[in-house]
């Protein structure tokens, strides 16, 4: 698999935000830097999306950013080169959270459902 900066900064997305989710959890979580990045609101790079500032928590948290546990950086590697290769789900979420958080811009989102133990919303507004 060759490693683009693409793959590397959806793979670490989908590790930091969904390695604890099944495989269609990650899908989901992958496609919504997808869809932020054709999504005239957001940056137009997967890279650009995963690191713009306070968009993804892990970005944030102050926790370390290495993937250190191997088969979860597999499976997010293969998650990610699946969905660059257009392999998504079909959903237009452009936002999500855990279960267990009650964030302030879920309400003002049409909700699309729950995947695994991620909420996901499409930002329908002409605001971020």
Not at 105 to 123: E, I, M, P, Q, S
């Amino acid at each position: 698999m060759m490693m683009t900066p693409a793959l590397l900064c959806l793979a670490t997305a989908v590790y930091f935000e969904a390695r604890g989710e099944n495989h269609m959890g990650q899908m989901a979580v992958a496609q919504v830097v997808v869809n932020r990045m054709h999504d005239n609101r957001y940056p137009d790079t997967i890279c650009g999306v995963v690191w713009e500032p306070k968009a993804f928590s892990f970005t944030h948290d102050g926790k370390h950013e290495r993937m250190i546990d191997r088969e979860s950086r597999s499976k997010a590697l293969q998650v990610a080169k699946a969905t660059l290769d257009g392999e998504g789900l079909g959903i237009t979420s452009t936002h999500y959270h855990t279960v267990s958080v009650s964030p302030y811009w879920a309400k003002h989102y049409k909700l699309d459902g729950r995947v695994d133990g991620h909420y996901f919303y499409t930002n329908d507004t002409p605001y971020k």
